[in-house]
């Protein structure tokens, strides 16, 4: 089959082109477009109708002249070339080179919308991933195959703590490392920038592939952008055996796009003007991560999620924190205090920590280690608050040890420099002392072994 | 099928909505669509034209490929084969389709939910004579399917008759003729192992009886606090992370349910792989078989095609009726029942449905409500008794309960188990939040604690409710005017309370011992913390200074006992009610002593 050419463009709005007279043109081709000034544009069609087509223009339908445009139908869906090349590379939403250098000549092109992976092909994630944060692998293990987001807000350092994970990642007994897919969505130069500098200073550049949208560049293609992204990830993890780390930054960008496109389609909204398919479609791309049987690589995900007015539940981060297994929340306060990296431990969660963390894979007082640290934490939140009620003075003495211990827990185990990499034995080792604040009769959640092993405060 | 297929021709394509011009279609009949031959279903007609909805990707599909009708409507295979299996939210089997067509699901597959290849050992009924009448959902006879679940082979409903042939004894497949009927016209109906029937159809039975008895969970505060009925239903809603979906685990895992269906409506895959992979290394504490001898999975997760999510709730509910109707008790788990109504939502949308309420459309509370009616208690065609106990998980938006589905779901259910982001948040698991649960079976279940367990369950149940509403009430005060302010008796109060929470409510999957425990465990502890709680407030009493008791050890093992005592280990929690009152006593006389000694 070949492509057809028609000059039969009929409206173009929002991103929307509508063209008649196309006849048999294939739900979710891609289009190209040329315009009056032969500038040339791509599309996807969105909608087919026997003589009416729907296409979705990623780079904007803006001063599009309609007589003398001519629409392209490649009879092809949207495609990724793919080879071993593509590291070292960067890409714009739709995979075109954009770094200057020629496009990647290969046979292997996928669609970049992938079938669902078989539930039945999945096999569990259950190895831990030490990133050398205490707060994520101490309390909210990632472990590889995961998706696990960074929720954050305007003015907080989730780019600073994207680049330490992708530093520091490592499996504890394995020299591997992992290859990066870095996909950049809507952001600033000067964070796309930081990025790359990232990746140059620390010898990583050349396994990285980057997708890169600015937030000047066509809010459209940001559409494309993650499932381009995620294509080339999962041909790294499943077709070369790779184990790869995917950074997706930032998703409200791209749930902003949706619903730019959406509302021009005129699709019923369900929240705040967001269209009732935002959650199926933003697991269409996070449930791409996983493990799967008799593959050796993985995908694990790590998207940045922007809450907009720092809100948990604006649609964006709560329909994520539905779909992702667990979430990495930022906090505000903890920020100003001077606190790095900000981890908000009581929101955040990690859903695949249960199987990745303990005797076999980190260390057998590790889970109890976690659930100990978060009764006490939570305790101490309390009294925190109460204190600032009716004052630190009218606290019992019990009381007074929580509120010493918040101050601590922030301090030694939240707090690390941008540059600390600890292991997870140094990790559980700031837990112990901090557990070892509390009288042993305090401490019910970690066993009597526990105490006796790793327990050294002078408390009864 | 005999049925005539019926050919049209695509007019649009409009994501999972396509028009076809096809006359003579019926609403809801099942259609392949296009060359590729996708699965879809008909959801509107416009004279010569059908809206058609499709279960799969639509991509790469044109205007003027060939639609073709099938005459049926969505049905499922009902047959051996069914438990162990892991299905798609159309009945498709994802183990076979995975050792066929490798990592991801191609489109239009033509393959059956049920192994034609597979020859069951069939045992026919004995008490079935030939050339008598027999009705539909009469026992044919029985298939032992998996070591735990005896599968009972029943006539297809509608279908009755004079029964003319039945196999003897042997090895059959599910296409081989393991009998025949005449009906009444005269017709001769041939008898398989298995049959089908339409997932939009209520199963009949014969009448509804009343749920008598509590659904076992092995969750204290599920049991002893909010219990469900079998036959019941109930809804877990919250928001993200709370623990919707390992409360409805823990229940397929350890409820004295005969059969569990757990479906897996628009969430996630790892969540299915995870009991694919656990269970059938668990235990059943009940038959002691393997967990996944009783347990059936239905995957449709959030990335799989929005469609056919909307149908693998009543795909789910279909085979719990199935296995209802052979008398078993059956325990169905909705995950998310949130996702099934956002895909109403969806299609109801690009069909241009005037939206009520947050974009859902005006049937949403009947169709809930509909899907809720197939729970209950019956007396089967076969006058067996069996039920279908409903669980659905809701997922309100930004965690807010007064959104439409958690509303609807509120008021047909009967049993609440609401989930608290607090609770959560302060790793207080299962988060279920004690204030805005509730059941309406209390005082059914108690009959059943009475008579199986302890005649005081009722009492202990609401003294530590009771107790549980002043510690919020304390709490208050506390946070108003500080600590300071309350007296001996109150603070005690906040202990015990603080006793039951950590000792009673909180109980972790995670932990091996405490993951389960028997009703007799779960009595036991109530009532062994509400001594404490009762010892300690005479002592306050009396005058023995609070800060006395608080810092006893005997309070930290309380709070460990859970974990250290597993259910066989009931003598060991008999034994620990007998320290409490030694040491109660022991601190009476000390202070006994100590005030003699001061008077003197
Ligand atoms: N009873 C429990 N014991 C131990 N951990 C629990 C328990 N309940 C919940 N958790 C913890 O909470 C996490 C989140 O629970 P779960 O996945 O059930 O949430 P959910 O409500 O289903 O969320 P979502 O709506 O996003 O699916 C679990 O991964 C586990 O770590
Ligand atoms: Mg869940």
Known sequence: MSAKEYRTAASAQGGLLTVRGAHGIA??????????????????????????????????????DLESTWVRFLDQPLEMALSPEILGRIFNGLGEPKDGRPPIVSSLRRSVSAGAINPAARTYPREFIQTGVSTIDGLNSLVRGQKLPIFSASGLPHNRLAAQIVRQAKLVDEESHFSIVFAAMGVSYSDAQFFQEEFASSGVLGNVTMFVNLADDPPVERLALPRVALTAAEYLAFDLDRHVLVVMTDMTNYAEALREVATAKGDVPARKGYPGYLYSDLAEIYERSGRIKDRHGSVTLVPVVSMPSDDITHPIP??????????????????????????????????????????????????????????????????????????????????????????????????????????????????????????????????????????HGGGA | MSEKVKVGRIQEIN??????????????????????????????????????????????????????GLGHPLAVELGPGLLGSIFDGVQRPLATIFSQSGDSIPRGLDIPSLDRGKRWAFTPNDALELGTTIAGGSILGTVQETGAIEHRILVPPLLSGELTELAPAGEYALDDAIGRLRTPDGQTHKLFLYHRWPVRTARPYLRRDHA?????????????????????????????????????????????????????????????????????????????????????????TSNMPVVAREASIYVGVTL?????????????????????????????????????????????????????????????????????????????????????????????????????????????????????????????????????????????????????????????????????????????????????????????????????????????????????????????????PVQELVGLPLLARARRLKQVYGSEQITDLQAFMDEIRAEFDRIRLEYAKFQEHAAT
């Not at chain 1, 087919?48 to 803006?62: K, M, P, R």
């Not at chain 1, 292991?423 to 080792?429: D, P």
């Not at chain 2, 505060?221 to 993200?240: Q, R």
């Not at chain 2, 149940?461 to 946070?479: C, F, G, P, Y």
């Open chain 1, 27 to 64: 739900f979710g081709d891609r289009v190209q477009i040329r315009d009056h000034r032969n500038r040339q544009r791509n599309g996807q069609v969105i909608r087919a109708g026997v003589d009416e087509v729907l296409v979705q223009v990623f780079e904007g339908t803006e001063d599009i």
């Open chain 1, 318 to 455: 709560d329909l994520t924190g539905y779909i992702t297994e667990g979430q990495i929340v930022l906090s505000r306060d903890l920020h100003a205090r001077g606190i790095y990296p900000p981890v908000h431990i009581s929101p955040s969660l990690s859903r695949l920590m249960k199987d990745g963390v303990g005797k076999d894979f980190t260390r057998e007082d590790h889970p109890r280690v976690a659930a100990q640290l978060y009764a006490l934490y939570a305790r101490a939140l309390e009294t925190r608050n109460l204190a600032s009620i009716i004052g630190a003075d009218e606290l019992s003495e019990r009381d007074r040890r929580y509120l010493t211990f918040a101050d601590e827990f922030d301090r030694r185990f939240v707090g690390q420099g941008e540059d600390e990499d600890r292991s997870i034995v140094e990790t559980l080792n700031v837990a112990w002392e901090l557990l070892s604040m509390f009288p042993k009769d305090a401490l019910t959640r970690v066993s009597e072994t526990d105490i006796a092993k790793y327990y």
């Open chain 2, 15 to 68: 994501g999972p909505i396509v028009t076809v011009e096809l006359a003579g279609l019926r609403n809801g009949e099942q259609v392949r669509i296009g060359e590729i031959g996708l699965v879809g279903e008909v959801i509107a007609l416009d004279g010569p034209r059908a809206l058609v909805q499709a279960y799969e990707s639509t991509e790469g599909v044109r205007p003027g490929e060939p639609v073709r």
């Open chain 2, 212 to 300: 008598v008895e509590p659904l076992i969970t092995g969750q204290r505060i599920l049991d002893t606090f909010f219990p469900l009925l079998k036959g019941g239903k109930a809804a877990v809603p919250g928001p993200f992370g709370a623990g919707k979906t390992v409360v409805q685990q823990q229940v397929a895992r350890w409820s004295n349910a005969d059969i569990v269906i757990y479906v897996g409506c628009g969430e996630r895959g790892n969540e299915l792989v995870d009991v694919l992979e656990t269970f059938p290394e668990l235990h059943d504490p009940y038959t002691g078989r393997r967990m996944m001898e009783r347990t059936l999975l239905v995957a449709n």
């Open chain 2, 320 to 544: 719990a009726e199935y296995f209802r109707d052979q008398g078993y008790d059956v325990v169905m788990l909705a995950d998310s029942t949130s996702r099934w109504a956002e895909a109403l939502r969806e299609v109801a949308g690009r069909l241009g449905e005037m939206p009520v309420e947050e974009g859902y459309p005006a049937y949403l509370a009947s169709r809930l409500a509909a899907f809720y009616e197939r729970a209950g208690r019956v007396k089967t065609l076969a006058e067996k008794t069996g039920s279908v106990s409903l669980i659905g998980a809701v997922s309100p938006p930004g965690g807010d309960f007064s959104e439409p589905v958690t509303s609807h779901t509120k008021e047909i259910i009967q049993t609440f188990w609401a989930l608290s982001k607090e609770l959560a948040d302060a790793r207080h698991y299962p988060a279920i939040d004690w204030t805005s649960s509730f059941s309406a079976h209390v005082s059914s279940a108690a009959r059943w604690w009475a008579e199986n367990i302890d005649p005081a369950w009722e009492a202990k149940r609401a003294e530590a409710l009771k107790l549980l509403a002043r510690d919020a009430e304390l709490a208050r005060i506390v946070n108003l005017v500080g600590p300071e302010a309350l007296s001996s008796a109150q603070r005690w109060e906040l202990e015990a309370a603080a006793l039951v929470k950590e000792g009673v409510l909180q109980q972790s999957a995670l932990d091996a011992v405490d993951t389960f425990a028997s009703p007799q465990k779960q009595f036991l502890l109530l009532d062994l913390i509400l001594t404490i709680y009762e010892k300690g407030a005479d002592l306050v009493q009396i005058g023995v």
